[in-house]
């Protein structure tokens, strides 16, 4: 069954620090996708990245930068510089491919609450 | 705009009454899920529909029922709402259901029982 543990629970830093969120993942498959999604305090669930198991490359979009290792099942978060604006709760997800007519549910982990003070 | 809607955003009810979350997308999508957010518990899903008439359990599935009559529609039910089922809920839709597409999420729908 596919797992995804997030061990920081609660991460405060001050603005301009940089952060990294972790983010480790248990799958028997080997076609499966990664996703961090960003809970503001307004509360909706925004898309942030979707990473494939084939695709081992960093992602970097602006501030954001995204770091993918299958030899630890790990799939880290950093944000560069943070700002206020970063404050959020983030939850990291795995879905493993299913064939046509199978659930690609989600497995979430338990998030982690990032409080930016200025 | 591409979006997934939910009503109410906010509902307080009492232990027994029945009511009706509905949920909506206009992205002609096939999947769609309803999870649950507790604190603590992160997100689990409720249900899911492959497509129109194709439903079936997600993880804590007890309590709830669904629907899927047409394509863009997906309303989570609650027959007898109990204190337990006090959470956010969140509606998702993504174009297939094969683990491969981004699952776009409706913005929660808060629900209190008494």
């Known amino acids: 069954a596919q797992k995804v543990t997030q061990a920081q629970t609660e991460i405060s830093v001050v603005e301009k620090e940089d952060v990294t969120l972790d983010c480790v993942y248990e799958?028997?498959?080997?076609?499966?996708?990664l996703f961090w999604y960003k809970q503001p305090p307004s509360g909706e669930l925004v898309f942030l990245i979707r990473?494939?198991?084939?695709?081992?490359q960093n992602e970097i979009s602006g501030r954001y930068s995204w770091n993918f290792q299958k030899s630890t099942s790990s799939f880290n978060f950093t944000i560069t510089a943070s700002q206020v604006v970063d404050s959020a709760v983030y939850f990291c997800?795995?879905?493993?491919?299913?064939?046509?007519?199978?659930?690609?549910?989600?497995?979430f982990g338990k998030g982690i609450t990032l409080s930016v003070r200025p | 705009e591409a979006q997934v809607t939910q009503n109410p955003r906010y509902l307080i009810t009492v232990t027994g009454k029945k009511l009706t979350v509905t949920c909506s997308q206009n992205?002609?999508?096939?999947?769609m899920s309803w999870y649950r957010q507790d604190p603590g518990l992160g997100l689990r899903q409720i249900y899911y529909?492959?497509?129109?008439?194709?439903?079936d359990k997600g993880d804590v599935p007890e309590g709830y029922k669904v629907s899927r009559k047409e394509k863009r529609n997906f309303p989570l039910i609650l027959e007898s709402p109990s204190p337990n089922q006090t959470s956010l809920y969140f509606c998702?839709?993504?174009?297939f259901g094969v683990g491969t597409d981004t699952q776009y999420f409706g913005p929660g729908t808060r629900l209190t029982v008494l």
């Open positions: 998702a839709s993504s174009l």
């Open positions: 799958t028997r498959d080997t076609t499966y996708y």
């Open positions: 990473r494939n198991s084939f695709d081992e």
């Open positions: 997800a795995l879905s493993e491919y299913a064939y046509t007519g199978a659930n690609s549910k989600l497995t």
């Open positions: 992205m002609n999508h096939e999947y």
């Open positions: 529909s492959m497509n129109v008439e194709v439903t």
